[in-house]
T-cell receptor, first 110, second 116 residues
Framework: GDSVTQMEGPVTLSEEACLTINCTYTATGYPSLFWYVQYPGEGLQLLLKATKADDKGSNKGFEATYRKETTSFHLEKGSVQVSDSAVYFCALSDNYKLTFGKGTLLTVNP | EAQVTQNPRYLITVTGKKLTVTCSQNMNHEYMSWYRQDPGLGLRQIYYSMNVEVTDKGDVPEGYKVSRKEKRNFPLILESPSPNQTSLYFC???????????????FGEGSRLTVL
């Protein structure tokens, strides 16, 4: 079945550092890919998405590119802020099922 | 304001005592789903519903029931809770987009359940 593997955390960075969270997937069809973010004490919210190969999703300074050849959707940000501290989930959807990775905790220190 | 509302947000109960976690959305979404979140396991889907009176099992349905009698509501029922159902539960909803599956999933704030 479909699966998502993302790098294990926790990841701890200083403010203004570069961020990459790796995500790879296994799917039989042509899934859409997502990054969701969960701030402390809250539910998940969509950060960005890409629906086909070579699409780039972007939001709030975060970017991820749908790479079909490497089955990857890595999350990147050039300069993180303390307010980016959260848990980040990579996910894929094929038809009407959304499959999540296990999440990566990011802590950004001042 | 568009939102998914879950109740209760926190609950401590005892083994075997039936409980219901309610979920309501005000966005007229066809698709609704329940997930549980556990440390080291991420989010796992319990049940989902494509529309009124249409429900299906997710990855971890054992010990749970759902119903979808109205479009806006999707309650999660634990008929006889056990300690291994202690978890953080999320309800989510989405509109359906033809050809590309569903759109953005909107999540509730979560319900933390402890079964003693």
């Amino acid at each position: 079945g479909d699966s998502v593997t993302q790098m294990e955390g926790p990841v701890t960075l200083s403010e203004e550092a570069c961020l990459t969270i790796n995500c790879t997937y296994t799917a039989t069809g042509y899934p859409s890919l997502f990054w969701y973010v969960q701030y402390p004490g809250e539910g998940l919210q969509l950060l960005l998405k890409a629906t086909k190969a070579d699409d780039k999703g972007s939001n709030k300074g975060f970017e991820a590119t749908y790479r079909k050849e490497t089955t990857s959707f890595h999350l990147e940000k050039g300069s993180v802020q303390v307010s980016d501290s959260a848990v980040y989930f990579c996910a894929l959807s094929d038809n009407y099922k959304l499959t999540f990775g296990k999440g990566t905790l990011l802590t950004v220190n001042p | 304001e568009a939102q998914v509302t879950q109740n209760p947000r926190y609950l401590i109960t005892v083994t075997g005592k039936k409980l219901t976690v309610t979920c309501s959305q005000n966005m007229n979404h066809e698709y609704m789903s329940w997930y549980r979140q556990d440390p080291g396991l991420g989010l796992r889907q319990i049940y989902y519903s494509m529309n009124v009176e249409v429900t299906d099992k997710g990855d971890v349905p054992e010990g749970y029931k759902v119903s979808r009698k109205e479009k806006r509501n999707f309650p999660l029922i634990l008929e006889s809770p056990s300690p291994n159902q202690t978890s953080l539960y999320f309800c989510a909803s989405s509109s359906r987009l033809a050809g590309t599956g569903f759109g953005e999933l909107f999540f509730g704030e979560g319900s933390r359940l402890t079964v003693l």
